[in-house]
């Protein structure tokens, strides 16, 4: 896939100190990542490592902090605009501190995560659901690698013909 053609920028939101089958799916889907983006068929590839939860008045005091929750902000107004659903975002939810006994509200995070972006805006988010059906990180990546080659073989008929 000719990347100036439609170029695809991804995002992967990666959970740290995870369970072991979560970290092999982790695994599994960043590396068909950077194969795709080795073969040219992604223009970008980033990945951020997020942790369980973040607290948003906290995160705001630091760049990073106010990075992801512009990421989340993103992903919220994709999720109402597009008509999906992005249930393993809890988005807000108070946890009380067991120190001081305050409760606070906290976004708790999926332990894996995709933003993708065509032409800077973003596309897709997932995990997410849409019309009943979920989409899992690893479909979504199967559908890159899918559109890639599709896109690839439209090219060499172009190319041939």
């Given amino acids: 896939m000719d990347s100036t053609a439609n170029p695809v920028r991804v995002e992967l939101f990666v959970r ?19 194969a795709l983006e080795d073969a040219g068929r992604i223009e ?9 939860r973040i607290e948003p008045q ?27 659903s992005l249930d393993a975002f809890d988005w807000q939810h108070p946890v009380t501190n067991m120190v001081s006994d305050e409760s606070v509200n906290v976004i708790t995070l999926p332990t894996l995560a995709l933003a993708e972006y065509v032409d800077g805006a973003l596309q897709h988010v997932a995990p997410c659901t849409r019309d009943g059906t979920i989409h899992r990180v ?16 439209l090219e060499h008929e172009r190319t041939v013909v």
């Fill in 16 to 34: 740290s100190l995870c369970p072991e089958d979560a970290t092999q799916q982790q695994h599994y889907v960043l590396d068909r990542l950077q």
């Fill in 58 to 84: 906290l995160a705001q005091r630091t760049a990073k902090g106010r990075h992801l929750l512009e990421r989340l902000s993103m992903f919220e107004q994709w999720e109402r605009d597009s008509d999906a």
């Fill in 44 to 52: 970008e590839l980033s990945i951020l490592i997020w942790g369980r």
């Fill in 138 to 153: 690893a479909d979504r990546v199967s559908y890159l690698a899918d559109t890639a080659d599709s896109t690839d073989e």
